[in-house]
């Protein structure tokens, strides 16, 4: 009797060594940028006039957010942020209130749920704090 043979298609093999390739430590990092305005009408939109938040302190967490930060990055002049070179996985994005423009409240969700895959660059939905006193 003739030992049989197993037989895997050259596209389900590949499709496999993808899968797989993605799930191993050392896979294509990501990024995750995203944008802090001030959101002068309160809507939770950012419209055109709306200027960015310079200086404010961003932070990714692993689990959710809060606790001990990931790392922390601060916004450019136009109130942009960028984490890199992140591998893929779930990460919380939230802006530190002790450095979100003292009083400040925001006007959209503060901490975003993100799942990044292997090379992606995930843009956040921006994050918006009203006027100081208002």
């Given at each position: 009797?003739?030992?049989?043979?197993?037989?895997?298609?050259?596209?389900?093999?590949?499709?496999l060594?993808?899968?797989?390739?993605?799930?191993?430590?050392?896979?294509?990092?990501?990024s995750i940028?995203?944008?802090?305005?001030?959101?002068?009408?309160?809507?939770?939109?950012?419209?055109?006039?709306?200027?960015?938040?310079?200086?404010v302190?961003?932070?990714?967490?692993?689990?959710?957010?809060?606790g001990?930060?990931?790392?922390?990055?601060?916004?450019?002049?136009?109130?942009?942020?960028?984490?890199?070179?992140?591998?893929?996985?779930?990460?919380?994005?939230?802006?530190?209130?002790?450095?979100?423009?003292?009083?400040?409240?925001?006007?959209?969700?503060?901490?975003?749920?993100?799942?990044?895959?292997?090379?992606?660059?995930?843009?956040l939905?921006?994050?918006?704090?009203?006027?100081?006193?208002?």
């Amino acid at each position: 009797m003739k030992p049989s043979k197993f037989v895997i298609p050259l596209s389900l093999l590949t499709l496999l060594l993808l899968s797989w390739s993605a799930q191993l430590p050392g896979a294509e990092p990501g990024s995750i940028v995203g944008n802090v305005y001030c959101d002068k009408n309160k809507d939770g939109a950012c419209d055109c006039e709306e200027r960015g938040l310079e200086n404010v302190h961003i932070q990714i967490f692993i689990e959710h957010c809060g606790g001990t930060a990931l790392q922390t990055v601060s916004t450019d002049e136009q109130g942009n942020f960028t984490f890199q070179h992140f591998e893929p996985g779930t990460y919380y994005i939230m802006a530190d209130l002790d450095y979100a423009c003292g009083s400040r409240v925001p006007t959209t969700v503060n901490c975003q749920q993100v799942t990044l895959a292997t090379g992606e660059t995930v843009t956040l939905p921006a994050i918006g704090y009203s006027e100081l006193g208002q």
